[in-house]
């Protein structure tokens, strides 16, 4: 009897689960366009473009593969445009009662599966280099789950870099060689684009009437949308940007978006990359002598390390994960992150990049953004549907664990041990933004002081209790209380004044 196997915009892999257990000659490859799944959150026009024009892309590598696809279109009259209707639609169409699924890298799809009225088959989704089980399995009995552990772990379970049972090198980690700052520099590679071909030009046209009030622009779109393409992106970035990616990992530049980026998550999130051929290439890229190992090592702890727990922690964590507010944040998020007015250069330069590209690097979601969403105490909530709303990466499984635990400390330091904070000085070190700012990141108090300076110790002090036993905060609370009384009730006052110009909407 017919089958439906159910193939979600972020699982274009012939490798993926639910198409491994079908057979082409009898089962039916169901793929939907909907418009639920572009609203649920917002998303950004240039992260919906990518997800439909490589679903249609993949569409049609099944057809020539052999494969029957039930394909619906967003502007097809019969979509009921959510994932449940459609699949339904096809069961009625095939007369067809069983569906094959791989477990979504989102609870609420998952939840959507589990209550069909069909017989529905959820596989585990083993495009990962570690398993749900594997990952349980790691984290049983541990008072702390460490990433470090866990990459270490996955650098033996894969070989990447090891020299026998030692790392290569001898150590596991170079980062403090990865801490640095980043010039502007004319001759930088410009990150790889790729222009639109027909399908992705008739999606960008669909994507523009569909969901015209977006946050973000739509054109120019320069997302890969194949394999193939996918691949020479992987390839430009090993040849023009491996070399400096460690060194320059950490910093930020107003006029330079990408630096020695990746620009690889899109890709590696969508099915269309492999994590472990990633690797492997960067491997190979050392081996071959042509970059440093504070480089290839970064970057494969980015992937086997970083990547692979933070999804570990979503599938331990589970749906609850998402509620979680461990600092009863429960602030509005300000206009700024959507585009309003602000006079910080740094989160206008992070919030304009966002909407121009629907990327933003690492350090800016974590040291800027976020930051200042957790300095200023901001719902998590609200700072999760953003993310996953504005982000071309953002699924999920891997932007729930990074903003509510390692950004916003949302799950009470499961993920870290300290939260992600600092003053305006950890800015200025490694960007060039405060140059071009209104405020001066060097004044503490005062009409000009920098908001994230005033901001920072208002947050220690009104968290005092869940931090102040904190081995790596306390130090801080020592600075704080040897500061002069006056000096400290200004610093107090001064980031009150300012929350409750958030509060009213004012600029800030
Ligand atoms: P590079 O800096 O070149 O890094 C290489 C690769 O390492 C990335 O492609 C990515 O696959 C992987 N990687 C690095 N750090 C992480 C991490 N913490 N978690 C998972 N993978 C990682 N990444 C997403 O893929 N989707 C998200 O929605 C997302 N949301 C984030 C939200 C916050 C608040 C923070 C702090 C980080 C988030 N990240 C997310 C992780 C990281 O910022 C992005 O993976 C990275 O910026 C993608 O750009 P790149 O490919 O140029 O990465
Ligand atoms: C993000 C997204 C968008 C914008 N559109 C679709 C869609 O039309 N059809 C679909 O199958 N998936 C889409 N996605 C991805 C899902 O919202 C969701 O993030 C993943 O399927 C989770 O595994
Ligand atoms: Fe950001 Fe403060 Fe620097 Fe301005 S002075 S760019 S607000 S860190």
Redesign the pocket.
């Known amino acids: 009897m017919v089958k439906l196997i159910l193939i979600l915009g972020d699982q274009l892999t012939p490798e993926v689960a639910a198409l491994r257990a079908a057979d082409p000659a009898t089962d039916v490859v169901v793929m939907a366009e909907v418009m639920a799944e572009g609203t649920t959150p917002r998303h950004h026009p240039q992260k919906i473009a990518l997800f439909l024009s490589a679903m249609r892309h993949f569409a049609a590598d099944l057809r020539a593969a052999g494969w029957t696809v039930a394909y619906s279109t967003l502007d097809d009259p019969a979509n009921s445009q959510s994932i449940a209707g459609e699949v339904l639609r096809r069961a009625t169409e095939h007369g067809a009662t069983r569906v094959i699924a791989t477990h979504p890298g989102d609870w609420r799809l998952h939840q959507m599966l589990t209550d069909l009225p069909l017989d529905v088959t959820i596989l585990p989704d083993d495009c990962f280099i570690a398993s749900h089980a594997d990952f349980a399995a790691w984290a049983a009995g541990r008072k702390q789950l460490r990433m470090e552990w866990f990459y270490r772990d996955m650098r033996r379970k894969t070989g990447l870099m090891m020299e026998g049972s030692e790392p290569a090198g001898g150590q596991w980690n170079y980062d403090h060689d990865n801490r640095g700052r980043a010039e502007p520099d004319l001759l930088r590679v410009p990150a790889l684009r790729f222009a639109p071909d027909a399908v992705t030009e008739t999606v960008l046209d669909l994507v523009a009437a569909r969901f015209p009030d977006h946050f973000g622009t739509l054109r120019p779109f320069g997302w890969a949308v194949t394999r193939a393409d996918a691949l020479r992106a992987l390839d430009h970035f090993v040849t023009h940007h491996l070399a400096d ?1 460690g060194a320059t ?1 950490d910093a930020m530049l107003a006029g330079d978006p ?1 630096l020695h ?5 899109p890709y ?2 969508l099915g269309l990359l492999k994590p472990l051929e990633v690797c492997q290439r960067v491997e190979a890229a050392w081996q071959a002598g042509r970059v440093p190992i504070n480089s290839a090592e970064g ?1 494969i702890r ?2 086997i390390g ?2 692979e727990y ?1 999804r570990g922690i979503w599938g331990l964590e589970g749906p609850a994960y998402l509620t979680r507010n461990a600092l009863d944040h429960t602030r509005a998020l300000p206009p700024a992150f959507w585009g309003g007015a602000t006079k910080m250069a740094c989160v206008k330069a992070a919030v304009a990049q966002t909407r121009d590209m629907a ?1 933003a ?2 350090i800016q ?2 040291m800027v953004t ?1 930051n200042f969403a957790l300095l200023a105490g901001v719902d998590p909530a609200h700072v999760h549907d953003w ?2 709303s504005v ?1 071309i ?3 999920e499984w ?2 729930a664990p ?2 509510l635990g ?2 916003q400390f949302a799950d009470g330091g499961l993920l870290g041990s300290k939260p992600y904070v600092s003053s305006g000085a950890y800015i200025d070190r490694m960007s060039d933004y405060c140059k071009g700012c209104a405020y001066k990141v060097k004044d503490r108090t005062g009409p000009n002081a920098c908001p994230f300076n005033l901001l920072y110790w208002q947050f220690l002090i009104r968290h005092r209790d869940t931090f102040q036993k904190n081995p790596r905060m306390a130090p801080m609370y020592r600075t704080w209380d040897k500061m002069a009384a006056p000096h400290r009730a200004t610093v107090i006052a001064e980031a009150e004044t300012l929350l409750a110009k958030l509060d009213a909407g004012q600029v800030v």
């Open positions: 990616f990992q990408t980026h990746a620009l690889l998550s590696l999130n970057f980015q992937i970083w990547r933070i990327y690097h690492h979601r974590l976020g993310y996953l982000y990466d953002a699924v891997v932007e990074n903003v390692m950004s």
